[in-house]
């Protein structure tokens, strides 16, 4: 059955609640969000002409009609396709042109790399700018009745963010997205129904994904007017809503960790964290202020948000003999799912062994759109190969160990980044760091180390070599440090390794 359901019974049993808050204003009630989903339904059947089975792309930022518009799309049976709005109009060019999107809804803010980027393809995609006069028109179309779809057919289609190649589309179902949303209250959370789901991390990914268990439990969703993520904001938004609980990439949950200004965090409920790694200094620190608030979770647009899980009770164990191991875990496999660690031949790996994390289960996306060899190479004998590397321990806990992509081969040797990123980091004066391979005649590759220092701080590449030396073999030293004031990262937080690595390879061809 379609997912858009969710909202449509959501207005039926609490229409007066308030399904969307802009800051700290009420926005709409899930009545009204419901009536201008069935409208802007109507829009793209009537209005627009468009079939059910087209694709219909949000590149907008955080705004409370991002939900009337996913929402929308739902309703009429079609399949929405977010953005990532930070990207170039050549990257929308190519998303667009490659998922043939029938129609695109876009904040004034982008409206004019959205036409530039339509222009490049050269077909015909409507472009509707949101919040316009036309868009207020368009909401009070003549409304339609919800479309149905069955559980395999196309709900969301979800570019990868391109860290590895060229982005593809995870064709995510109706039955995908269903799995992610009740999965999220048995693994990461409850949702009480005075909860408030915070969106200040991009719709288009893992916040997106986790509106959808809080718009089923009739929750309000609260969209920063800033509409993106800024401590001071945030803070002052917890104080003036009850129960609030956000997704976070871990270099967001640093930043509003380290933030000087910061208030009370007593209406936090959880933060969940994940689509990058959460060093155990920084978990240890954001526990320290926050409390057991924090739950982690492993993922990737292939099996949106629903891979392992590390819940708040693990980040509470403290007194646990192996505590810090736990925290640098990604937690075990999620309820609906399962997980294994298999060696290049597909045969599971002993505990302690490194191998790929392959995922199966319901919540698995069907394919990648328009690419049947990748798609059949990424879902080989019925489990989603995941391109990330990983080990279990006895207890069913998993390490992940970077992306295969990121692995540093130095003298035959393997060398993990994530394991030298953990010790520079124990330094007081580091503040982020990448660790990445640099080709080297003898070696193969050698281990080059991106830091960027806390603010006031100033880095002796001394200390940190000694740090190495005492906590890691010598071969995993980094052979250069280069110091920098901030790391490239893309919008979804996750410091971008292909910039630095590309960044070296010119240096070389100079
Ligand atoms: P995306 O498809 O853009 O969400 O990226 C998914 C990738 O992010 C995964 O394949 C992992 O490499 C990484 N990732 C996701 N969650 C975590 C986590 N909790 N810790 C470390 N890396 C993660």
Same mark, same amino acid.
């Given at each position: ?12 049993? *609490? ?20 009536? =201008? @989903?069935? +409208?802007?339904?109507? *829009? ?34 079609? !399949?929405?396709?977010?953005?990532? &709005? ?18 695109? *809804? ?17 077909? /015909? ?10 868009? =207020? ?7 339609? #009745? ?14 990868? $963010? ?31 129904? &005075? ?13 997106? *994904? ?19 993520? /800024? ?16 997704? !976070? ?22 933060? %969940? ?9 920084? +978990? ?15 993922? #990737? ?26 925290? @640098? ?13 298999? /060696? ?15 995922? =199966? ?52 040797? &393997? ?39 806390? %603010? ?11 740090? +190495? ?16 004031? $901030? ?10 390794? =292909? ?12």
């Amino acid at each position: 059955m379609n997912l858009g359901i969710l909202l449509t019974r959501a207005a039926k049993s *609490f229409p007066e609640k308030i399904a969307i808050a802009h800051g700290s204003y009420d926005f709409c009630t899930y009545s009204e969000l419901a009536s =201008r @989903a069935a +409208c802007l339904a109507g *829009f793209l059947k009537t209005g627009l002409n468009l079939s059910i089975d087209e694709r219909v792309g949000l590149f907008m930022s955080n705004c409370p009609e991002y939900l009337e518009v996913f929402h929308g799309i739902l309703h009429a049976g079609m !399949a929405s396709l977010p953005i990532n &709005n930070k990207l170039h109009e050549k990257e929308l060019a190519y998303i667009l042109d490659d998922a043939s999107a029938g129609a695109l *809804f876009v904040t004034h803010d982008l409206a004019e790399r959205a036409h530039l980027a339509v222009d490049e393809v050269g077909k /015909d995609i409507k472009i509707i700018i949101v919040g316009d006069s036309n868009y =207020r028109s368009i909401i009070r179309s003549d409304p339609v #009745q919800i479309t149905h779809r069955a559980a395999n057919d196309l709900a969301w289609l979800f570019y990868t $963010s391109g860290t590895t190649g060229s982005p593809k589309g995870a064709m995510l179902t109706h039955r995908n997205l269903w799995d992610s949303t009740l999965n999220y209250y048995v693994d990461v959370d409850r949702v009480p129904s &005075n909860g408030s789901a915070f969106h200040p991390a991009p719709m288009s990914h893992g916040s997106g *994904f986790y509106g959808l268990p809080h718009l089923a439990a009739a929750a309000k969703q609260v969209i920063p007017e800033s509409g993106g993520f /800024d401590p001071a904001e945030i803070y002052t938004l917890i104080s003036a809503h009850e129960e609030v609980s956000m997704f !976070a990439a871990p270099t967001m949950v640093k930043r509003f960790v380290e933030y000087s200004g910061g208030g009370s965090t007593e209406n936090l409920r959880t933060i %969940t964290y994940g689509g990058g790694p959460m060093y155990v200094t920084d +978990c240890k620190k954001a526990l320290e202020r926050l409390g057991p608030k924090l739950v982690q979770i492993y993922g #990737q647009g292939e099996s949106p948000m629903t891979i392992t899980v590390l819940p708040r009770e693990d980040h509470a164990l403290i007194e646990h003999p192996r505590y810090e191991e736990r925290l @640098a875990s990604v937690g075990y496999a999620q309820s609906i799912v399962e997980v294994r660690v298999a /060696d290049s031949e597909g045969a599971t790996c002993p505990n302690g062994e490194i191998g790929e994390i392959l995922v =199966r289960g319901d919540v698995v996306m069907k394919g990648y759109w328009g690419r049947p060899k990748e798609s059949a190479e990424a879902l080989r004998d019925g489990w989603l190969h995941t391109g990330d590397l990983g080990v279990f321990d006895e207890d069913g806990y998993l390490t992940l160990k970077d992306r295969s992509k990121d692995l540093i081969i130095s003298g035959g040797s &393997n060398i993990y980044p994530r394991e030298i990123e953990e010790i520079l980091l124990q330094h007081q004066s580091v503040s982020e760091c990448a660790v990445i391979g640099r080709p080297h005649e003898e070696w193969g590759e050698e281990v080059v180390a991106f830091i960027s220092p806390v %603010t006031g701080h100033s880095i002796e590449i001394g200390e940190l070599d000694t740090l +190495c030396l005492d906590n890691i073999a010598r071969f995993k030293r980094p052979k250069e440090y280069r110091v920098s004031e $901030s790391l490239p990262k893309n919008n979804y937080g996750k410091i971008i390794k =292909r910039e630095l690595r590309s960044q070296l390879e010119k240096e070389e061809k100079e």
